[in-house]
């Protein structure tokens, strides 16, 4: 399995950016498919995006269609989440994770979960 880390939350303002990582150790990552949640108060935790081993396919919510782009660096093992557009309800603590299981949207098929890091979006 891999371990994840992520990186580049902050405080924003609305219809701002941010880029956020997900740095990887392990022999596997250039293999598997891998994620991004958020979590906001009170709430589950919803599925964000998703990219597959190579990068080729992509899957996001709908709500961030046209705002998010994922995409990942297997050479240096780590996923990127660019975000525009920013919106209040975009507020939530982002994890990264490995998907081990059969769809690309379900928490629960996807493992090795990050420490999370918090994106705070002021009106």
């Given amino acids: 399995q891999v ?14 950016s ?4 997900c740095a990887a150790s392990g022999r596997t990552f250039s293999s598997i498919g891998l ?3 958020r979590q906001a108060p009170g709430k589950e935790r ?14 996001y919510e709908d709500t961030v269609k046209g705002r ?10 780590t996923m990127y989440l660019q975000m525009n557009s920013l919106k209040p ?11 081990y299981g059969n769809t690309w949207y379900r ?5 090795s979960w ?3 890091t918090q994106v705070t979006v002021s009106s």
């Fill in 3 to 16: 371990q994840l880390v992520e990186s580049g939350g902050g405080l924003v303002q609305a219809g701002g």
């Fill in 18 to 21: 941010l880029r956020l990582s």
């Fill in 35 to 37: 994620g991004w949640f």
């Fill in 46 to 59: 919803e599925f964000v995006a998703a990219i597959n081993w190579n990068g080729i396919n992509t899957y």
């Fill in 68 to 77: 998010f782009t994922i995409s990942r660096d297997n050479a240096k093992n």
């Fill in 89 to 99: 309800e975009d507020t939530a603590v982002y994890y990264c994770a490995a998907r």
């Fill in 107 to 111: 928490a629960a098929d996807f493992g």
């Fill in 114 to 116: 990050g420490q999370g």
